[in-house]
């Protein structure tokens, strides 16, 4: 059976630019993991420097009778699917959307198998969209602790969205693929080609969603899940990780909800040992996190022993104190739309960082980005709060570990005596590795100094400088003393004035000279 993708490629060595072409990411809510069915679609077409050109959202009724799934997940409810168009409805509008644009999700893999499942059920041929996931261009350019959309999107400076509301995913989605494409450059690997899509007559209104869900408590947890390191997974792992991810930022997650998201997980085929590796990944990087400030709050013990129990996996968190606080947490709003900016951002993430998204008391270092204008007003702000402004350059050396260190704590800084860094050295005599010695970055200035000579030595030479300076001195005065004899003997004046006077400067400067070098010789 043809596939519905065509999966295409972002990089920075692609050959075809995007430039000209159309871009509609889609979103999906489900009843389940797998299998299931699709109960909310969102769609919204882009072009590739990010101008929206239009948008689709609506609840799809899966058929009578059939459960929405997790409601405490997405918040859509069986009432609210009564009344919804359904699949083949809802394509009737989703088609305009996808015929002549490449197709954008987020985990496009895990997508594309419920968009097929679905289309399957209701006979409807699609297949070769040309196709581009975000998760996997983010894994390629990005260097961050996870690739979920809400960690990719904050490392790009875009706003916060509402999660799990299909709306709210594909509008993020839009904007990553498109920032990727304009600010970091990515090309796409092959020319897409466009398949023919099916149409069908639009025989119902679309129906968006009647409610929001509720807004997220502020707690610590709220941007753990863009923190905790990820290993590789499974697209199923990756939406299910998703899942736990929102949970998490909602609070915590408590007994019911894990208890209805491992029910979700296992109905989909991920159980027993796999998904308790899930579970201890998960709740390993909420503990790493929590302890990289050197501070564990009685808040963060709580949190981190509710959701260890509701996963399953108690121990490991088991006799974990409170410590004693010494201060907050490092929060870093990075401030530029460029892709160094992106860069640190995903950078501060890495380094288990907190990463704002705006000015609060609570952020501790501002950011500013070449692209960042001396008139922007928040860089006022932060000096009004006494918020430290900071280059990229230095925020590099001040907040981030240098790559070897990245692993240890630094050490603290020595401000009287530095130590440049050194290369080791290699002794091939020994074969042994020898370990840079410390050196002086600077010494104070001081004369230079005649090493002290022995006293016999040196006053031999005082005695040789004397020596010289009255032989210079005679040379002098026999000079002198032939001009006055020339002079008397009838010769020329003026010739005999001027010898004379040379001779007699020069018996002058001989006997200054001897005495000047020997207070020289005797130091």
């Known amino acids: 059976m043809p596939e519905v993708i065509d999966v295409l490629r972002l990089s920075r060595t692609g050959r075809f630019d995007p430039r000209g072409l159309e871009f509609t990411a889609i979103d999906f809510e489900t009843s389940a993991l797998a299998p299931g069915h699709i109960v909310e679609l969102a769609a919204v077409r882009t072009t590739a420097d990010g101008i929206v050109l239009g948008e689709l959202s609506t609840v799809v009724n899966p058929g009578p009778g059939i459960s929405p799934g997790p409601v405490h997940v997405h918040g859509i409810t069986r009432g609210e699917l009564d009344f919804a168009p359904t699949l083949p409805e809802a394509f009737a509008y989703l088609s305009d959307f996808l015929r002549d644009s490449v197709l954008v999700a987020h985990n496009l893999d895990f997508e594309a198998r419920f968009l097929r499942r679905e289309l399957d059920r209701y006979g409807i041929g699609l297949a070769g969209l040309p196709g ?155 503990r790493t996190i929590a302890e990289s400030d050197g501070i564990l709050t009685a808040e963060e013990v709580a949190d981190l022993k509710t959701v260890a129990a509701a996963l399953d996996v108690p121990g490991l968190v088991a006799g974990l104190r409170p410590t004693k606080h010494a201060g907050g947490p490092t929060r870093v709003l990075v401030l530029g739309g460029e892709a160094d900016a992106d860069v640190f951002r995903a950078a501060v993430l890495s380094n288990g960082l907190q990463l704002a998204q705006r000015l609060t008391a609570s952020v501790t270092h501002l950011v500013a980005c070449p692209d960042v204008a001396d008139s922007e007003p928040r860089l006022g702000r932060a000096a009004e709060l006494g918020i430290p402004v900071l280059d990229v350059d230095t925020a590099r050396t001040h907040l981030l570990p240098a790559p070897e260190q990245q692993s240890a704590p630094a050490a603290p800084p020595t401000p009287e005596i530095h130590t440049p860094r050194q290369p080791p050295a290699f002794t091939p005599a020994t074969q042994q590795w020898a370990p840079p010695q410390p050196t002086m970055a600077f010494a104070p200035a001081v004369p230079p100094q005649t090493p002290p000579q022995p006293p016999a030595q040196a006053g031999a030479r005082t005695h040789l400088a004397r020596l010289g300076g009255l032989a210079i001195t005679a040379l002098g005065l026999i000079l002198a003393f032939a001009a006055a004899v020339a002079g008397f003997g009838g010769s020329a004046f003026g010739t005999d004035l001027v010898l004379f006077l040379v001779g007699a400067g020069i018996a002058l400067g001989g006997w200054y000279l001897g005495e000047r070098w020997a207070r020289v010789r005797s130091w």
């Not at 960690?151 to 594909?170: E, I, K, N």
């Not at 947890?221 to 939406?239: D, N, V």
């Open 132 to 286: 581009l996931c975000t998760l996997t261009t983010a894994k390629d350019t990005l260097r961050l602790p996870n690739y979920r959309l809400a960690t990719v999107a904050r490392s790009l400076g875009l706003a916060d969205f509402p999660a799990h509301t299909a709306l709210g995913d594909a509008r993020a989605c839009a904007q990553v693929v498109t920032t990727l494409m304009s600010a970091h450059g990515l090309r796409l690997t092959d020319q897409p080609r466009f398949a023919m899509v099916p149409q069908f007559a639009k025989s119902r209104p679309l129906a968006p969603r009647r409610a929001t869900l509720p807004a997220r408590v502020p707690a610590w947890t709220a941007e753990l899940p863009e923190r905790i390191p990820a290993a590789a997974a499974s697209s199923l792992e990756e939406a299910y990780l998703d899942l736990l991810g929102n949970a998490l930022a909602d609070r915590h997650i408590s007994a019911d909800e894990a208890a209805a998201l491992t029910q979700l997980a296992a109905a989909a085929g991920l159980a027993g040992e796999d998904l308790r590796r899930v579970h201890t990944g998960f709740v390993e990087g909420m």
